[in-house]
């Protein structure tokens, strides 16, 4: 059965990977009814129409402060919001962290603690104080900030994305940059109509080595390239700290520190629980598991080595064979994509063994490509007579002195250049490398795939009108 939301937003207009960052009966699905359905899909609609009267942009000048905001200072979103201040040490760039936003009081708390002491640690100026707010609008009103970071569960990010568009801040969204197609589109529109600069934090389109990959395969070095895959597997021992999404629970966590109503949003409303809110990824309400997490990085690397947006059709399976701890979403995943360009990806993941981690591989009829962990890159020609004699077998690191392949390096690297692609472009109001709607269609493939399992069957994709159907 589909637990998630898809309707909410159905209208035309509209480990650092370290720790990312509930009983629900079938009755408390009933109680989420068709008018709660339309009313908060016109209020979603209506968001789109903000957009025009927007404020402007704040223009800034290449040194000039530039102040950001982060929304969902979770433990992904501290990580990330080091990352950004790490990247701003090491490159000079001139930014400030000056709001921070949380319907979890610990977090906020927490957050200011941590961009205090990164400033110190970074040696970055202090100019203004950091204010905090539960409502993240409140702190979107603060004309001081010029750009925003949303890290927030991923169901909430579209009416979190409006709201930031609407107040003419630029923004960094964590990926998924959407839960659903329509959500999407939604906010594409609105994108369209704003002059926001919009980064999506699939951030490997930061990392030179898969852009080295499309160069190689589209001179034909590699040949015909009719089939790649795509992996991500992990492992965790049964009482390791956040194993398999399972995060640990801030003791200060309770009913009087934590806004429920604002967690579930467009989601069907079930009592406060402590492991949905902070366990989110594990339920389909509020994710698409391995889709969103984990899948939606490798295929759009994919997407973007072979040069094609979206799949025509894809059939997925899996099951919850190792976590039987309640969760909805699967622990072991398969998802099998067809495109018309005339190739398909096998994607799969699990979290029992982690051989090779994570990467893809690129297979064609005269040698492949496989990139590891975002770290390296392995050019392997067919033997003869089948190879290109031009073909060097070689490997290529990202960084170039990350000789080891390692993960964590070239981790921390992608993300923050990735933060500086999108301060760059806030100064020089260029298209960032993930733009919007480069992370709508990794939203919508991963959707899709998601569809496919809940649904039992394969599903397509309609191009002209931007609709999954089977």
Known sequence: MNYRNKGVFETKECRLEIQQFGENSMSDKKDFTRREFLSR???IAAGVGTVLAAPAINVLGANDKIYLGIIGPGRRGRAITM??????AEKKKPVEFIGVADIFEGWREQAVREIQRNNARFELEETKDIETYADHKKLLE???IDGVIVATPEHLHAQ?????IAAGKDLYIEKPMVHTVEE???VVAAAKKSDCVIQCGTMRRSVPLYYQA???IKSGAIGEVHYTEGWW??????DEPGAAWRYEIPEDANEDTIIW?????????VPFDTQRYFQWRCYWEYSNGIGSDLMVHQMDVINLVMGVTMPKSVVSSGDIYRWKDGRTSPDTWSSVFEYEEGFQANYRSQFSNKHQEFGIRIMGSEGTIEILMSALMNIFPEPAPYGNEKLEKKTVYYPEDNTGGNFMTAHFESVKDHFANWIDCMVSRDKPSCDVETGYYGSALSSMAVDAYQQGKRLYWDKEREKVYS
Not at 160 to 164: A, F, I, R, T
Not at 233 to 238: A, G, I, L, S, Y
């Open 160 to 164: 979190h994305m409006l709201d930031v």
């Open 233 to 238: 597997h992990r492992n965790f021992k049964d």
């Open 214 to 216: 499309r160069d190689l």
């Open 83 to 88: 990352l950004c201040q790490q990247m701003a």
């Open 184 to 186: 999407g589109k939604t």
């Open 261 to 269: 109503k604002d967690f579930i949003g467009p989601a069907p409303f």
């Open 142 to 144: 603060n004309k001081d």
């Open 41 to 43: 899909s016109g209020k």
